[in-house]
């Protein structure tokens, strides 16, 4: 994995979690934790994705839980007020569901609210900064490819974010989608390396 995000046990994520004030238990069935790469690194896959099934680690990949350059640098002109990013440290039940990311691949949709700011200073830092929002931005989960080629991995983030939770390994992403697209909901937590 080119990510520089720290190796955590099973046991220091789970606390982690378990300590957000939005914390309400852990789901019964699948959930994925994102936890955002400290180094930030502008328009690279450097964060990491977990699937868990309760609380049994299934997988880990990684992703983006940033935006890219389109993003970061041109989203102005779709929204005044900059890109939407994901408020870290926070719990999301049943954020997602299966359905299409653009009608193009199978994804989890975003079918319920996520806290988010809107960062418009067009630099090559992710910021939490201004006011905070509460709505669906379409901030769906989903790879970085339209092919269904399972051995694909890319590291340039480009345009595949601009809120949404992207994984680059389109093998473990087909996994992870096989594994929840039965669920009637899937809950997300996101928080910063620790």
């Known amino acids: 994995m080119k990510t520089k995000v720290k190796s955590y046990t099973d046991k220091e994520l789970l606390d982690r979690v378990k300590s957000l004030p939005s914390f309400q238990g852990f789901p019964n069935d699948y959930w994925i934790l994102g936890v955002q790469s400290e180094e930030d690194t502008f328009n690279e896959f ?31 002109k779709y929204n005044s007020k900059g890109c939407a990013v994901i408020k870290t440290d926070e719990w999301y039940y049943d954020l997602w569901s299966y359905g299409l990311h653009r009608g193009k691949m199978e994804a989890l949709r975003q079918i319920n609210p996520v806290k988010h700011y809107r960062d418009g200073n067009k630099n090559t830092r992710v910021e939490e900064t201004g006011p905070l929002y509460n709505s669906i931005i379409y901030a769906n989960f989903h790879t970085a490819s339209y092919s269904q080629r399972t051995g694909l991995i890319g590291w340039l983030i480009g345009g595949w974010s601009v ?19 039965r669920q009637k909901s899937v809950s997300y937590c996101l928080i910063k390396e620790f």
């Open 163 to 181: 809120a949404c939770q992207v994984v680059n390994n389109a093998s473990h992403y087909y996994d992870i989608i096989r594994r929840t697209k």
């Open 46 to 76: 450097d964060d990491k994705f977990y699937l868990f099934l309760g609380d049994k680690f299934i997988l880990v990949t990684t992703g983006t839980t940033n935006a890219g350059t389109t993003g970061l640098m041109n989203y102005t």
